[in-house]
């Protein structure tokens, strides 16, 4: 026959079950909101590091633009044709202009606190305008000496375009 002691001991038995079950849903249930958050914080992430990606995209298309008339101008000089020299003007302000997306870059760097990608980014923006200085409309001609620097330069900003885009990829994706 069933004794008191029986019903007592199977009611605690029962009541312990109860108890780590519950607790068990509590872990559960705080581990799972745990882990969307980081979901979340990591989607969030990704996609500042894409708008990142889209500014420098944007910046270094204008770039190139001005690079193609200031290539064709460096070879010219002053038998460039006048309307070719006002498209490089206007692409010139247009790259000054789109510099505000790289800034904007820059500081969502920081906030993220990637320093080293920002420092890199900073140095490209720097040779691009290092570059702007250097080849414009309004300049006569150049000498042997300019053109090789400018050469150099070139070289330089494709340089740090393809490193800056090689370590916000591996921030991007982070290997396992």
């Known amino acids: 026959m069933i004794t008191l002691e029986m019903i007592d001991t199977g009611v605690k038995i029962a009541g312990g079950v109860l108890v780590s079950a519950l607790i068990f849903w509590l872990y559960l249930r705080r581990h799972r909101t745990l882990d969307q958050k980081i979901v979340e914080d990591v989607r969030k992430r990704r996609e500042l590091l894409e708008r990142v990606a889209a500014n420098v995209g944007r910046v270094h298309h204008v770039y190139q633009q001005y690079l193609g008339l200031a290539t064709e101008f460096t070879r010219y000089g002053q038998q460039w044709p006048r309307t070719r020299r006002e498209e490089m003007s206007r692409v010139g302000q ?54 090789h620097v400018i050469d150099e330069v070139k070289k330089e900003i ?14 991007y994706m982070p290997r396992a």
């Open 94 to 147: 247009e790259l000054a202009d789109v510099f505000r997306e790289l800034t904007e870059a820059e500081s969502t760097l920081l906030l993220l606190g990637e320093k080293k990608l920002e420092r890199t980014l900073r140095i490209y923006g720097s040779k691009i305008v290092n570059l702007r200085r250097q080849v414009h409309a309004e300049k006569q001609q150049f000498s042997g000496e300019e053109m």
């Open 158 to 171: 494709s340089q740090l375009r393809e490193s800056f885009f090689d370590n916000l990829s591996s921030r």
